[in-house]
């Protein structure tokens, strides 16, 4: 399964929808193809991705804006974190549902602070102002806002940025596998390589 796909699935499994893929222009989305038949999502091509990370979170953003009705929050998600379970993805709407005067519900883990990021309709106008490659980070960090933490394992926070994490990645995903004799798709599985995050080496 693509590394992509696994998340969108995740996302979707979690009730996230529709789900905003952002990509580069010229990305190959092969990809796609491998999701189910009716699954929410949605590619949009970013034109000036290059410029930052903020310009994909602008896009996406703006794309959100224009089925009507401002969403109530938007999940900010990358597209490399598959040991996230639709469970728990789950955690961060309900934690904004908890308390929807929150500004962010936030991945934490050891103190630092990590993706996904779900952020209320207030802040949607800050994300649009974003500029540079640090994403909303400075948000986060400006001690302005209100906001609640979900804690992550270093399982559920790994994202493989290099083809030697993806190796690594993939070897911990089999091991899972193995262990529990799973023979069924990864929707099946994922949630049971989450319960396994502490007895396996932290990333």
């Excluded at 469970?87 to 549902?97: C, Y």
């Excluded at 908890?98 to 936030?106: I, K, Y």
């Excluded at 952020?119 to 500029?131: I, Q």
């Excluded at 909303?136 to 979900?150: D, F, H, T």
Aim: charged share 25%; net charge neutral.
């Amino acid at each position: 399964m693509p590394l992509g796909a696994a998340v969108v699935r995740a996302l979707a499994g979690a009730g996230y929808g529709p789900v905003i893929v952002v990509v580069r222009p010229g990305d190959d989305l092969a990809w796609l193809g491998t999701l189910p038949d009716g699954m929410p999502v949605r590619p949009v091509v970013c034109g000036d991705a290059s410029a930052g990370m903020s310009r994909s979170i602008r896009c996406g953003v703006r794309s959100a804006l224009e089925d009507g009705e401002p969403p109530d929050a938007i999940l900010i998600a990358l597209a490399d974190m598959p040991f996230l379970a639709p469970g728990k993805l789950a955690e961060w709407r309900a934690a904004w549902m908890l308390e929807p005067g929150l500004d962010f519900v936030a991945g934490r883990r050891g103190g630092l602070v990590l993706p996904p990021v779900l952020w209320s309709r207030r802040r949607f106008g800050d994300l649009l102002r974003l500029e540079g490659d640090a994403g909303a980070g400075a948000l986060l960090r400006s001690g302005r806002l209100r906001g609640a933490w979900v804690e992550l394992t270093g399982f559920e926070g790994f994202d493989p940025d290099t083809p030697e994490q993806f190796e690594e990645a993939r070897a911990v995903w089999q091991a899972v596998m193995r262990v529990h004799d799973a023979q069924s798709p990864r929707d099946a599985f994922s949630g049971k390589a989450n319960s396994m995050s502490c007895k396996l080496t932290r990333f």
